[in-house]
């Protein structure tokens, strides 16, 4: 998430991005829910899960 002072950029699990302008948000809260699916982690291979970390941590 992006926060400017006129707009919010959002960016959904397709790697989109949607602008909001501040006018239109009328309250702002962190989820509780992770968007990563649930047990993701089960799937993939040690290499693949080690690749998604190093993306994430890139992210910061």
Partial sequence: MERAAEY???????????????????????????????????SLTREQLRDLLAYLQSLK
């Fill in 8 to 42: 919010v950029v959002l960016r959904g699990a397709s790697v989109a991005e949607v602008r909001i302008g501040r006018e239109n948000i009328r309250d702002m809260q962190r989820g509780d829910v992770s968007v990563m699916p649930e047990r993701l982690e089960r």
